[in-house]
């Protein structure tokens, strides 16, 4: 407050008799008097349209970033940082930032349905993602959720011609009676996680330890299968069983009056020798073979041909987490607003290139994860553009400083899940004061 302890009108440099200082939210207005009565008036920003600007760009950032109110009015306090209050932020959101992101997500929209619709037949990955603790429907949620988007897409006159997702019977039946003229693929990742499973609970039964050193190479094997196999169901079959002979160390075998070859390089003898081959008479090879050979998953290859799996809808989940962590409560409007904003956000970032070292060289980490219990090498891809943020922040203050801003179309609020009337709060109050107190009058408490 130095700048303030004397006159600034030139030449004069009295000293300040009187000074008030006041705040709205984030804004800061001081008035002066200097001895010789002149008065002076300065702001930290200018109101748009009865609003403080930094107001604006406060809420606008802390939304747009993915952060809640409380997260950075917690870490303002830290700093002793004036901040508006929580009345103040959430006014701004629910009058100008929740329309920006609603009309932001529709232009996007409506230009990616053009684009597709001067393209060809398209295909499309689905996968639930529920908060947690799941509602106890979830499995209902994921068949309307899924339902109203397939819809949707119709009503657009979007061409798709398949579907990939993973086997819940559920969203199976709905395909099949549904949308029987759309090929459902399966999500190659969910079907090796429920091999898994089976593999290791067979693994770890008395005699079977020698499948131990095979269970990664089996999961690689339908990986290469369903990405070799060309679109052929018959090819992906006879390649995955083919797992059978390799397994116990044979490589050349006769099938249905043809000679058929893994599709490794030959092994030396010492790597032959090395390897721990499973015996056709052990319970380990007949418990994997009942595996490999299961009358579902056989059935399931035919709809793996074409290699589809829903790893960006994976990333598009990663980044859902930033704007909608599960552990956090958000009313309707809010809960619509952040997953626009994940939309955008995954939209413009997606197709990222693989970072490269100054001499052109790909970069990769090298991390240890859980899952393999092994290092594995993940590659490292460009850093994600935020600009959008700033065309976003850039819309709020048009919208502000537009007298007639368009109104959002308002979707009526899902009906509460009370299934009582609200009580007057004391009689809540009293009823739980009650309880206790006969708690105390049952049990006699020493100390």
């Known amino acids: 407050m130095t700048l303030f302890s004397s006159c600034h009108v030139p030449t004069r440099g009295a000293p300040i008799i009187d000074k008030k200082v006041s705040t709205r939210g984030s804004k800061i207005k001081i008035e002066w008097t200097c001895l010789n009565y002149h008065s002076r008036t300065w702001t930290s920003c200018h109101d748009v349209r009865g609003v403080p600007e930094n107001n604006l760009l406060f809420s ?25 209050k929580s009345t103040q932020f959430y006014s701004i959101q629910r009058e100008n930032l929740i329309p920006v992101l609603h009309f932001a997500y529709k232009d996007q929209q409506d230009y990616l349905i053009k684009r597709l619709l001067r393209e060809k037949a398209e295909g499309k990955c689905g996968d639930a993602r529920c908060d947690s603790p799941e509602a106890g ?13 397939n819809h949707l897409i119709y009503n657009e006159g979007l061409p798709i011609d398949l579907i990939t997702t993973d086997r819940a019977p559920s969203i199976r039946k709905m395909m099949r009676e549904e949308f029987g003229n759309i090929h459902h693929e399966f999500d190659p990742w969910h079907v090796t996680k429920g091999l898994k499973k089976k593999l290791v609970a067979l693994s770890n039964k008395k005699g079977n330890q ?141 197709g990222r290139e693989q970072a490269m070292t100054s001499e052109g060289i ?56 009370a299934t009582k009337e609200k009580p007057p709060k004391e009689d809540v109050i009293q009823k739980h004061q009650s309880r206790f107190s006969s708690l105390l009058e049952h049990h006699n408490f020493e100390l």
């Open 210 to 350: 020698d499948l131990h050193g095979w269970l990664r190479a089996t999961l690689n094997h339908l990986w290469f299968c369903c990405s070799s196999c060309g679109g052929n169901a018959q090819e992906l079959r006879r390649r995955w069983t083919s797992l059978l002979h390799h397994i116990c160390g044979e490589h050349v075998w006769e099938q249905d009056g043809r000679r058929w070859a893994c599709p490794h390089p030959a092994l030396s003898p010492e790597e032959q020798q090395k390897k721990r081959w499973l015996h056709k008479d052990s319970d380990a090879f007949r418990g994997l073979q009942a595996i490999v050979e299961d009358k579902r998953l056989l059935k399931d290859l035919n709809q793996m041909t074409h290699f589809k799996h829903t790893g960006s809808l994976e990333v598009f989940h990663s980044v859902m987490l930033k704007y909608m962590p599960k552990r956090l409560h958000f009313d309707y409007d809010t809960m619509v607003a952040r997953t626009q904003l994940a939309i955008l956000d995954n939209n413009y970032n997606v």
């Open 362 to 417: 790909p970069r990769f980490s090298m991390v240890f994860t859980k899952h393999s219990k092994d290092w594995v090498a993940k590659k490292i891809y460009e850093p994600t553009s935020q600009s959008f943020r700033h065309y976003l922040i850039e819309r709020v203050l048009q919208r502000r400083e537009n007298p007639t801003p368009p109104e959002m179309p308002r979707v009526q609020q899902p009906q509460n899940i």
């Open 60 to 84: 606008a950032a802390t939304l747009f970033s993915g952060s809640t109110y409380t997260e950075i009015a917690e870490w303002a306090s830290i700093l002793n940082l004036l901040i508006l």
């Open 137 to 149: 429907s979830s499995v209902a949620m994921e068949c309307q959720g899924f339902r109203s988007l």
